[in-house]
């Protein structure tokens, strides 16, 4: 039993709730590593999982551990013609014409266009999101757009996003659409310096929820030296500040983090953060009474 969260390994069951993450962070510091490793250890617990690949370089799926011939068959929502079409009224590639709708109704997206990956984990690809939400009126930008800003929670749900560099495509589409953000850096300035001003813009763009995760860290110093250039480049209060160890075995069982689940330091780190992620309850479909 762990000390410090109660849980049994890397399987404890979740508590109620569900929520929805945006891993967002510089290239190369670890994104899609956070983003499977969570999905997959929210899953065992008991959550159901969509996993949403916001990357044009796709890769959240093999590190999910999806086989091959299901992601050789996955089509990402931006090359989904029929669906563009269905929603916005005109396929992908097609000018914006006068009769784009700019709000199509996507609450079936995930249903229709994700694939099953492993522990049940939902996979939906976005394909090219590089100006969604960013004044782009062709087709495809306008459903990933409001995609993003239309992912509604079910109880027990948890809603994991996966980005390349930078957010600032999506504009306030993201938090209409996101509780939380996770900011991944490594023990690095560069990697610092893309954080702060990441987290910084989420915040800006209405997500309060921000935290800030070292990953590959070798010792207590890699999580103080970030620290230091957190505060050298101005500051930013986190909601909370997670360390993620560097882990030989990672490297040694990519792309898939299938082998590290069940016994690894990086999965253990990982179950901690992925506890206290779930902590809050933010699904749609909850029911107050007084
Ligand atoms: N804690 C860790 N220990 C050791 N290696 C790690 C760790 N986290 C990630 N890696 C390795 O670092 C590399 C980059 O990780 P990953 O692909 O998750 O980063 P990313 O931020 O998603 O990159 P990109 O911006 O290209 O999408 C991979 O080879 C991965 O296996
Ligand atoms: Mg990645």
């Not at 086989?67 to 990402?76: N, W």
């Not at 306030?172 to 310096?193: C, H």
């Amino acid at each position: 039993m762990c000390g410090t969260c109660g849980a049994h390994g890397t399987q404890a069951p979740l508590s109620v709730g569900g929520t929805r993450i945006v891993i967002v962070g510089k290239g190369g510091v670890g994104k899609s590593t956070v983003t499977a490793l969570l999905a997959r250890l929210f899953a065992r617990g008991g959550a159901r999982v969509i996993a949403i690949d916001a990357d044009e370089q796709c890769n959240l799926g093999a590190t999910l551990g999806v086989d091959r011939a299901t992601l050789a068959a996955t089509v990402p929502v931006s090359a989904a013609g029929d669906y563009v079409e269905e929603k916005t009224g005109a396929r992908p590639g097609e000018g914006a014409g006068g009769m784009l709708r700019l709000n199509p109704d996507t609450a079936d997206i995930v249903d229709r266009l994700s694939v099953a990956g492993p522990d049940g984990v939902r996979l939906l690809v976005m394909g090219g999101v590089q100006h969604a939400g960013g004044g782009c009126l062709c087709p495809e930008n306008a459903l990933l757009a409001a995609a993003i800003a239309g992912m509604r929670l079910r109880h027990h749900e948890v809603i994991l996003m996966d980005t390349h560099a930078g957010v600032e495509h999506f504009g306030r589409a993201l938090a209409r659409g996101f509780d939380s953000a996770v900011v991944v850096v490594e023990p690095t300035y560069n990697a610092a310096q893309v954080g702060v001003a990441t987290a910084r813009l989420a915040r800006e763009l209405g997500i309060e929820d921000v935290h800030l995760v070292v990953n590959r860290a070798r010792s207590r110093t890699d999580r103080d030296r970030v620290l230091a250039f957190v505060e050298q480049l101005g500051g930013f209060t986190f909601s909370a500040i997670h360390t993620l160890p560097f882990d030989d075995k990672v490297a040694e069982t990519e792309p898939s983090v299938e082998d590290l689940l069940d016994d690894s330091e990086i999965a253990r780190a990982a179950m901690h953060l992925s506890q206290h992620l779930f902590a809050g309850d933010r699904a749609d479909d909850l029911v107050v009474t007084s």
